[in-house]
């Protein structure tokens, strides 16, 4: 009874409740639609597109009817190409460099501006001044500090008894560790301005009850900022990882990635192989093998911070 | 006594933080000096500081109004920032709208791709994405230059994590009012995402105006140049007049310095949010 009552009224209701849901589904998709599009445009459809390529020679100037399948064949060639060989030691030498030595100043100039110092907040900008600006007018001022015989640097390395200082940027032996030199510094300031955001999140009343309990400065560091600090830290060394692995701008400014390719990485060889050598087919290759690098990198984070959790 | 006596060590600290932030800093203040300088006085030892016959004007004239178009190049600038952060913030929160506010079938497996799009690195697409702006016609173009800088996951990340916490009464009482969806975007969830947007704002205007790669593959035409670009032409043609290429790169930077130290409390907080670059 009470039943074939609610019938008869339920069905407008379902309808319009229908309704509205195809409604909401449809505008909905609409408002992503620009996003998404877009991203499958610009980022998955080129991976994709980018493996294929990587299995074939096209050398560009031919249009795409001059694309050959040669199967691995770029691949093989990369095993046996010393500029790659290269690019792949110095990409790992600017990640061992950069990355632990980068994360740790800026570990410690963040302790100290957070809470050991008066005027915070001009620390934090005179710090954080590189990373807004652009890097190709650091690049440009840096290469004037390093000029081989009358820059600043090397003469007051002369002036203080260092006989034949480095060519730093001109200088084979020397040209990463100048750009190694730069990126650090550039950088800092970011990585000190996400430390601080996480060191203020840690609560006063952890430091408050330790200085009770009379831990020292340095027992307190260890043993409550470090282990808060976890997933900053992780957070930092994985993107920083990542990032120094695409590596380009500086390089390509200051060095184009010589002399004698010894300042070279893998952007940069997709660089000049596909748009100065126009060879895509190789480029893609080394595109593909940055993102595998990258991808694995994500892959791990990903499982680690699983663990954790 | 032992608040004095923490505030001395303090003291002492601040002082010793300032002169390294001072040695931190000597690029760019020899930068500023250079610039103020003639050129065969720039790499003089021991370096002047201050300059002591100044030609500050002169090396501006020669940025501004010489034969490298620097003017030309800070307009194109101007104009591809300003266009890329306006859609870039209309996109990403119009997504961010839709991730947060509408139910709908296939929104969290959306909102997982999206996601998962951010593992591709975008220096390994530059080939594909060259083949795309032939094809689009928008190769040499600043149309393709946007047309590139118009999304960002990360953005759209860092909104949809704001809207959330904006009350569902707000949009229900619209409704009740007769709002339709776009009018409960435009009218109710962007005005109250001001903030944010302000944030996002002032970051993406920042990463635009500092691109090197994009432009560099993507633009051959001179009169196109953004100013990273031009200050590589700079480079080539001052080679060692290290005067004029100072002032260029001070020229380059100042807008974003003036940015920065004006909106420096929403830049900050903006890369506190957990920044990943890009």
């Known amino acids: 009874?009470?039943?074939?009552?609610?019938?008869?009224?339920?069905?407008?209701?379902?309808?319009?409740?229908?309704?509205?849901?195809?409604?909401?589904?449809?505008?909905?998709?609409?408002?992503?639609?620009?996003?998404?599009?877009?991203?499958?445009?610009?980022?998955?459809?080129?991976?994709?597109?980018?493996?294929?390529?990587?299995?074939?020679?096209w050398n560009l100037v031919g249009g795409l009817s001059s694309i050959h399948f040669i199967g691995i064949d770029n691949f093989v060639a990369m095993l046996e190409d010393e500029k790659i060989h290269m690019a792949l030691k110095n990409n790992l030498i600017f990640t061992l460099f950069t990355v632990p030595i980068g994360i740790f100043l800026a570990l410690i100039l963040a302790v100290f501006v957070h809470s050991k110092v008066y005027g915070k907040e001009y620390f934090k900008v005179a710090f954080?001044?590189?990373?807004?600006?652009?890097?190709?007018?650091?690049?440009a001022v840096w290469s004037a500090l390093f000029h081989p015989s009358q820059g600043p640097i090397n003469q007051f390395l002369l002036r203080v008894g260092v006989e034949n200082p480095p060519k730093w940027l001109a200088d084979s032996h020397y040209s990463l560790v100048a750009i190694i030199i730069i990126a650090i510094w550039a950088a800092i300031g970011y990585k000190m301005i996400i430390f601080i955001a996480g060191l203020s999140n840690i609560p006063d009343e952890l430091y408050e009850a330790a200085n009770i309990d009379g831990a020292s400065q340095t027992q307190q560091f260890f043993n409550i900022t470090l282990p808060l600090l976890g997933p900053t830290l992780s957070f930092l060394f994985i993107t920083t990882l990542m990032g120094s692995f695409k590596v380009f701008d500086l390089i390509s400014f200051l060095t184009g990635g010589g002399p004698n390719d010894s300042s070279t990485v893998l952007v940069y060889r997709i660089y000049e192989e596909g748009f100065r050598n126009f060879r895509m087919g190789y480029a893609s290759a080394i595109s593909w093998l940055l993102f595998l690098i990258v991808g694995v990198i994500t892959m791990i984070s990903w499982k680690l911070q699983n663990k954790k959790n | 006594m032992n608040s004095t006596k923490l505030s001395v060590s303090k003291l002492v600290t601040t002082a010793l933080l300032g002169l390294f932030s001072l040695l931190f800093l000597i690029p760019l203040i020899w930068m500023v000096s250079a610039a103020s300088k003639f050129e065969t006085e720039v790499l003089v030892y021991p370096i002047q500081w201050i300059p002591t016959k100044w030609n500050f004007l002169g090396n501006f004239e020669q940025v501004w109004l010489g034969k490298v178009p620097f003017t030309l190049f800070y307009l194109n600038s101007i104009k591809l920032s300003l266009i890329m952060t306006l859609t870039t913030l209309l996109f990403s929160s119009m997504a961010a709208y839709a991730f947060t506010k509408l139910q709908f079938t296939g929104r969290n497996l959306a909102f997982g791709l999206l996601l998962s799009f951010m593992i591709i690195p975008s220096e390994a697409t530059l080939v594909p994405r060259y083949l795309l702006l032939k094809w689009f016609g928008l190769y040499n173009t600043h149309g393709g230059l946007i047309f590139m800088g118009m999304f960002s996951i990360y953005f759209t990340f860092l909104l949809r994590q704001f809207m959330m916490g904006i009350h569902n009464d707000f949009i229900e009482a619209a409704k009740i009012d007769g709002a339709g969806y776009w009018r409960v975007f435009w009218g109710i969830m962007l005005p109250l995402s001001k903030p944010i947007l302000a944030t996002v704002g002032i970051i993406k205007f920042i990463w635009s105006w500092n691109d090197y790669q994009n432009p560099l593959i993507f633009l051959i035409k001179r009169d196109l140049y953004p100013i990273p670009l031009g200050l590589q032409l700079f480079r080539n043609d001052f080679a060692d007049n290290y005067a004029v290429l100072m002032m260029a790169s001070l020229s380059a930077i100042l807008p974003l310095l003036l940015v920065f130290i004006l909106l420096q409390k929403q830049v900050i907080k903006g890369i506190s949010l957990g920044g990943v670059k890009g």
């Open chain 1, 1 to 57: 009874m009470v039943q074939s009552q609610i019938q008869p009224l339920a069905a407008p209701v379902k309808k319009a409740y229908w309704n509205h849901k195809r409604k909401e589904f449809v505008v909905g998709w609409l408002f992503l639609a620009p996003e998404f599009v877009g991203l499958m445009i610009l980022s998955v459809f080129p991976i994709v597109f980018s493996l294929y390529l990587s299995f074939c020679e």
């Open chain 1, 128 to 139: 954080f001044i590189p990373y807004i600006s652009s890097i190709i007018a650091l690049g």
